[in-house]
C-alpha cells in the first residue's frame, strides 16, 4: 500500500502535533502539517513534563536533550495556615525518571521541532482549516492559505491537534462538554528569592487564594500560579503576585525580573468521541482542564503517542483500519479521570472559610502519612500507573489453577501454584512495561523501537523441550510478521544452552542472569508477552503457546 505526504493532515504544530508528526516519521509514513501561527509558541505556557512523558521522550532519542535543558522536581511540599502539612518525594516511583521536570513549552516546541526537521518533516505556517468533512473514505478540508487562496483537499487521515479552540473539532460539529470555573486566574514566570529549595513543587493554601509555585531552569527562575480574589480585576505586575504570594502565606519572598504574565479562565471540557470516520483529535483539541496537576500537555503527547503507532502500521498496510478503534477507549477514559483528579484539586485549592479548610488540611496531613496512597496518587500523576486494561486489542490467557503443581519440577514446563499466583500478580494486558536493568542494558533500551516484541521466558525449568517450542514460536513470527514484530527468547541465567546457538546468532535471545526480569514478569514457569511498540503489554499468556500468540498477533495485525 503507498502512501503518500499529503495522505495524512496533521492540523497544530504545539507539543501535540509536533509529537504526533515526528513519532508517523519515526515509523516510516509521512505526513503534512499545518499550523495557523506564523511562528512557534513564544510563551513559556505549560511547563511541567511527567516521568511518563520523559519515558516517550526516550523512546523517541529525546530525552537526554530535555533534561540538559529542564529542571527536575524530586517532590511536592504542601502549605498552609503558618505550617508544612506534607513534604513528598517522587524517588521511589517506578520510573527511570523519577521526577518531574520543569520545562517551557516554547522550549519543548523547539526540542520537537528540530527532531522533526532531522526526521525530515515540515511546518506549513499561517493555513488554517476552514472547514472538515468525513467521508467514508477520508475527508474532505478547506485550507486558508497566506495569500488568501481557498483550497479543498483531500487527505485519507486528519488529526486535530490544534488546542482548545480546534477548528477540526468546531468542523466536525462536536460539543464540548463540560463547565468553567468562575473565577479568574493568573500566571507569571519570574526570579523568585527564599529561603527553600528549588527542587520541590510547591503549594501554599491560603484563606482567600492559593499559590502554586514551579521551579524552572536558570537562576531562581520560577513559574507561579494563582488566583486572582474577588473584587477589581489587578494590574499583571509583580507587585500584584507579590501581593498575592503574601495573602497565601507567611513565608518571605521577593519576586523581580518577570517574564511571561497572563491572566486566564479555566475550563473542564471533553469531546464525546475522539473519532469521526479518518478524523481524530488529540490533547487540547479533544479534553482541557486545570493546571493545577501539571498534567494537560503530557496528557496530549501521550495521545499522539498512543494514535501514531497505530496509524503508522494501518498507512503501510501492515494493520487492519480496525487498529484505530482502539485510540479512543483506551484514552478518552483516561482524560476523564485526569478531568475529575485535576477538579477536585483545583476545588481543594480554592477552599473557603475557615472550618473547610481546616477539615482539608487535616485530611492531607493523615492521607500523606500513609505510603501507599501516596504512592498510587503518585503514579497516576507521574502518569506511570496508567493502564489500558479493558482496551479491545489486550488480552490475556492462563491455565486453570487446577492445572498447576504443588512443587517445583525442574523435567516439567508446567506452572506451580506459585508461578500461577505470581503470572497473575505480573503486569496485565494492557499496563505499562516497567524498566530494570538487564545486562549491559536496560529494558526500555532492549524494546527501543517500532516494533512488537514477544518476549518468550523460559522460566526456571531448562528442558529442551520448552526451548523447541520457544524457538519454534520465534521462528513462525519472524516469517509472518518479521518486519513489525521482533520475537526474543528470554533465558533465565548467564549463559544461553544449547538447544538455543542458533537463536543466539540471530539475536533472539537475552541472558537474565540474576533472574529479575522473568520475577518482575511472574515467568517462574513458560511464558510469552507481547509488548506493544508505546511500551504497554498487549498480551500475555501463561504458559506459552503458537496459536495464542498468532491469534493474537492475527487480530491485532492481520
Known amino acids: 500500500m503507498g502512501i503518500a505526504r499529503e495522505d495524512i493532515l496533521v492540523v497544530g504544530a ?55 535543558i529542564g529542571h527536575k522536581h524530586a517532590g511536592v511540599s504542601l502549605h498552609s495556615d503558618g505550617r508544612w502539612l506534607a513534604r513528598m518525594s517522587f524517588e521511589k516511583l517506578d520510573s527511570p525518571y523519577p521526577y518531574a521536570l520543569g520545562i517551557p513549552q516554547d522550549v519543548t516546541e523547539r526540542l520537537l521541532l528540530r527532531h522533526l526537521e532531522k526526521l525530515g518533516g515540515s511546518i506549513e505556517r499561517r493555513v488554517e482549516v476552514a472547514r472538515v468533512e468525513p467521508k467514508p473514505d477520508g475527508a474532505v478540508v478547506t485550507l486558508l492559505y497566506p495569500d488568501g487562496r481557498w483550497d479543498k483537499e483531500r487527505p ?4 486535530g491537534c490544534d488546542g482548545a479552540s480546534s477548528a477540526v473539532r468546531a468542523g466536525l460539529g462536536l460539543p464540548f462538554e463540560g463547565s468553567s470555573y468562575e473565577d479568574r486566574f493568573l500566571m507569571a514566570d519570574v526570579r523568585m528569592t527564599w529561603d527553600e529549595h528549588l527542587d520541590h513543587i510547591y503549594f501554599f493554601y491560603g484563606s482567600d487564594t492559593f499559590f502554586l509555585v514551579l521551579p524552572l531552569q536558570g537562576d531562581r527562575r520560577v ?25 497565601a502565606t507567611s513565608i518571605p519572598a ?39 496537576s501539571g498534567q494537560g500537555m503530557n496528557l496530549g503527547m501521550q495521545d499522539a503517542y498512543n ?46 472559610g475557615r472550618f473547610g479548610q481546616a477539615v482539608r488540611n487535616n485530611v492531607l496531613e493523615i492521607v500523606t502519612r500513609f505510603p501507599s496512597l501516596v504512592r498510587k496518587r503518585g503514579e497516576m500523576n507521574a502518569q506511570i500507573g496508567v493502564s489500558y486494561r479493558g482496551s479491545p486489542i489486550v488480552a490475556e490467557e492462563r491455565a486453570g489453577l487446577l492445572g498447576t503443581k504443588l512443587r517445583d519440577d525442574p523435567t516439567s514446563e508446567s506452572p506451580t501454584f506459585k508461578d500461577w499466583r505470581d503470572f497473575a500478580s505480573a503486569p496485565a494486558a494492557g499496563d505499562r ?45 519472524v516469517v509472518r510478521w518479521g518486519g513489525i514484530v521482533r520475537p526474543v527468547i528470554v533465558v533465565h541465567g548467564a549463559k544461553a544452552p544449547p538447544e538455543l546457538q542458533r537463536e543466539t546468532r540471530t539475536d533472539r535471545v537475552w541472558m537474565d542472569p540474576d533472574g529479575k526480569l522473568h520475577a518482575r514478569f511472574g515467568a517462574g514457569s513458560e511464558c510469552v508477552y507481547i509488548v506493544r511498540p508505546d511500551g504497554y503489554v498487549g498480551y500475555r499468556a501463561q504458559p506459552a503457546e503458537q ?6 498477533l492475527s487480530r491485532v495485525l492481520g
Open 254 to 292: 521577593k519576586l523581580d525580573e518577570h517574564g511571561w504574565m497572563t491572566r486566564f479562565s479555566i475550563h473542564k471540557r471533553i469531546v464525546p468521541k475522539y473519532r469521526v470516520g479518518n478524523v481524530f483529535l488529540a490533547g487540547d483539541a479533544a479534553h482541557i482542564h486545570s493546571p493545577v
Open 156 to 159: 485519507k487521515w486528519i488529526i
Open 307 to 352: 494514535l501514531a503507532w497505530k496509524l503508522a502500521l494501518v498507512a503501510r498496510g501492515k494493520a487492519p483500519e480496525s487498529l484505530l478503534d482502539s485510540y479512543e477507549p483506551e484514552r478518552r477514559p483516561l482524560a476523564l479521570s485526569v478531568l475529575e483528579d485535576s477538579d477536585k484539586d483545583q476545588k481543594r485549592a480554592m477552599v473557603q
Open 14 to 68: 504545539g507539543p501535540v502535533g509536533l509529537t504526533l508528526a515526528s513519532e508517523l516519521h519515526r515509523h516510516g509514513v509521512a505526513c503534512r502539517v499545518v499550523e495557523r501561527a506564523d511562528s512557534p509558541c513564544p510563551d513559556s505556557r505549560a511547563t511541567d513534563m511527567q516521568p511518563r512523558t520523559l519515558e516517550i521522550l526516550h523512546d523517541m532519542g529525546l530525552v537526554d536533550e530535555a533534561l540538559a
Open 433 to 477: 512495561v516497567p524498566d530494570l536493568h538487564l545486562g549491559e542494558a536496560s529494558l526500555f533500551e532492549r524494546l527501543r523501537g517500532t516494533h512488537h516484541t514477544v518476549m518468550l521466558f523460559d522460566g526456571r525449568a531448562p528442558t529442551a523441550e520448552g526451548y523447541e517450542n520457544l524457538s519454534r514460536i520465534a521462528a513462525a513470527v
Open 547 to 552: 496459536a495464542g500468540v498468532e491469534r493474537y
Open 223 to 247: 513559574r507561579l500560579f494563582t488566583n486572582e480574589p474577588s473584587g477589581p480585576e489587578r494590574a499583571l505586575t509583580l507587585d500584584t503576585f507579590q501581593e498575592l504570594f503574601a495573602r
